[in-house]
């Protein structure tokens, strides 16, 4: 949905050119969910740290 406001805001801008500018967040949040699935227990980590 931030795509097409930043669309909306930014009409000179191609819609494409704002994917491109997404896919390294998209990768990285890919990355940080595989690591969630793979251990679990990084999840709880900082809470039972305190």
């Known amino acids: 949905m931030s795509v097409f406001v ?3 805001v930014l009409s000179e801008v191609p819609v494409a050119r704002i994917f491109r500018g997404l896919v390294p967040f998209v990768g990285v ?4 969910l595989g690591l969630l699935v793979v ?3 990084i ?3 900082l809470r039972n740290t305190i």
Not at 29 to 32: A, H, T
Request: proline content about 15%; cysteine-free.
């Open 43 to 45: 999840a709880l980590w």
């Open 39 to 41: 251990f679990p227990p």
């Open 29 to 32: 949040d890919l990355v940080r």
């Open 6 to 8: 930043l669309k909306a």
